[in-house]
């Protein structure tokens, strides 16, 4: 393991050399600092030595920056405000004002809640930044309880040891189909009269509660389904529908804004239901930026 680099100088010597750059005077510095000037001149003294350069030309009559004291005096000035700032910053923080979160969401959350309350949250709090992250459900949960994400928005199965979660969405899933299939004009389907129609879906370890509530409202209707298809993420299966490969599932808030060359139609009789939940993790203490976030998304779902 490397050795902690030591520092030849301590914070205290950067502060008065940049009051005595500051007024260029000794007097007056010390006077400003309330220190004794010899003690000022011994701290600029040592701090030269340490540097091994002089950063000032001193004279009877006046005392100047040398050509290192100016390099010196422009790198101190931003970092010194840095560390001024930092009780600031400290308090923003504890009061969730700035900060940064990691969040996971699905393609039902992007197409429903979650754009509204990102936009919410940013007016908010501005000073806190989202990271997004695509991903399944099975791999939000594991995200979450390994903490490499603050909360995430998926499709539980069941209750999830180790999270918590607020219900967002609840719907019935409708068709999507190609805008030239048979049925296309249909105002509403059942799931019988797709039994030659061919399905995309995704894979089923990427959320088994669902896929398995397909298979269901299948075995309902008395159909086996073709499945042509399985492919993730969503936006990939909504790509293989409008190439004409089969139909797919969706959730009426996905379906509000479609490409021409495809549709969406409510199903009559069994259909799989899709459950859209924000989780974040149980057992650990919830830090500010994300009590903010969650905040606002409990709000959407009120």
């Known amino acids: 393991m490397p050795r902690e680099y030591q520092y030849p100088y301590e914070l205290r010597h950067l502060v008065y050399f940049r009051e ?19 003690a000022l001149s011994r701290q600029i003294a040592q701090l030269e030595q ?8 001193r004279s009877r009559r006046k005392v100047e920056l040398s050509p290192a004291g100016h390099l010196l005096q422009e790198r101190l000035d931003p970092l010194l ?56 459900t099975s791999a939000q949960v594991a995200a979450l309880l390994s903490g490499e994400i603050a909360c995430g928005f998926f499709h539980p199965d069941a209750s999830t040891p180790g ?77 293989l529908v409008r190439a004409g490969l089969g139909a797919t599932f969706m959730a009426p808030s996905e379906a509000r804004q479609l490409p021409a060359d495809i549709v969406f139609r409510p199903l009559a009789g069994p259909a799989p ?3 859209l939940v924000v989780g974040w993790p149980a057992d650990k203490e919830c830090p500010p930026a994300l009590q903010a976030f969650l905040e606002v998304a409990k709000a959407a779902a009120a």
Do not use: C
Request: glycine content about 8%; overall charge positive.
């Open 20 to 38: 005595v750059a500051r007024q260029l005077h000794f007097r007056k510095a010390a006077e400003t600092l309330s220190v004794a000037q010899p």
């Open 50 to 57: 340490a540097l091994g350069v002089p950063l000032f030309v």
């Open 81 to 136: 405000r840095a560390l001024a700032n930092i009780p600031n910053e400290m308090r923003a923080m504890a009061e969730g004002q700035v900060g940064h979160i990691r969040i996971g969401f699905t393609g039902l959350a992007m197409a429903s809640v979650l754009p509204g309350i990102l936009r919410e949250f940013h007016r908010r709090h501005p000073g806190i930044r989202v990271e997004l992250n695509e991903s399944p």
């Open 163 to 239: 999270l918590q979660t607020q219900v967002l969405l609840h719907e019935k899933n409708g068709i999507l189909l190609p805008s030239d299939h048979p049925l296309a004009g249909r105002p509403t389907l059942r799931l019988k009269e797709l039994a030659d129609t061919p399905f995309v879906l995704f894979p089923r370890s990427h959320n088994p509660g669902f896929y398995d509530r397909v298979l269901a409202a299948f075995a309902k209707s008395g159909v086996s389904p073709r499945i042509a298809e399985e492919v993730w993420p969503r936006a990939n299966g909504v790509g």
């Open 273 to 275: 239901e899709s459950r």
